[in-house]
């Protein structure tokens, strides 16, 4: 049996979003495999900062591509984030809000624990209610 995936404090993995649904393999957590190049392990709080942000630098997450079943993302939800991009998001003053309960080990090997701690969200760790469609 495998052993479960651990977040940066040690402790297994939560999930970090479900409406939408994130992660490499899209199951809600922040882990993956070798193919996952990106890195896809910080589980964040979108911004409005950070997501025009973003888009500025070529992966626009604002814009909803039904084609891939992804609704687009608004302040509020919750995405599991490329290590690399978020590390240049905090070097550029726009780093969203981490979750570190669903954000992955790994992401240690990119970014100090300090600086996530630093922006460690405030607000409730555990999944909020599901996005109505209309939303």
């Known amino acids: 049996m495998n052993a479960p995936a651990l977040n940066v404090l040690g ?3 939560a999930p970090c979003g479900l409406r939408p649904r994130t992660g490499w393999f899209r199951d809600g957590c922040c882990r993956s495999d070798p193919a996952d190049r990106g890195m896809h392990w910080v589980c964040a709080v979108m911004t409005r900062e950070f997501l025009e942000f973003t888009r500025r630098r070529g ?4 814009t909803p591509r039904p084609e891939l079943d992804f609704p687009g993302l608004r302040p509020g939800d919750r995405w599991c ?3 690399p991009r978020w ?3 905090c070097e550029a003053g726009v780093a969203p809000p981490v979750i570190l309960e669903a954000t992955h080990v790994h992401a ?4 100090p624990l300090a ?3 630093a922006h460690r969200y405030r607000g409730e760790a555990t999944l909020p209610p599901p996005r109505r469609r209309e939303d």
């Open 81 to 83: 984030l490329c290590a």
């Open 115 to 117: 600086l996530l701690e």
């Open 59 to 62: 992966n626009d997450l604002l």
């Open 11 to 13: 402790r297994p993995l």
């Open 87 to 89: 590390l240049e998001a």
């Open 108 to 111: 240690l090997g990119v970014v």
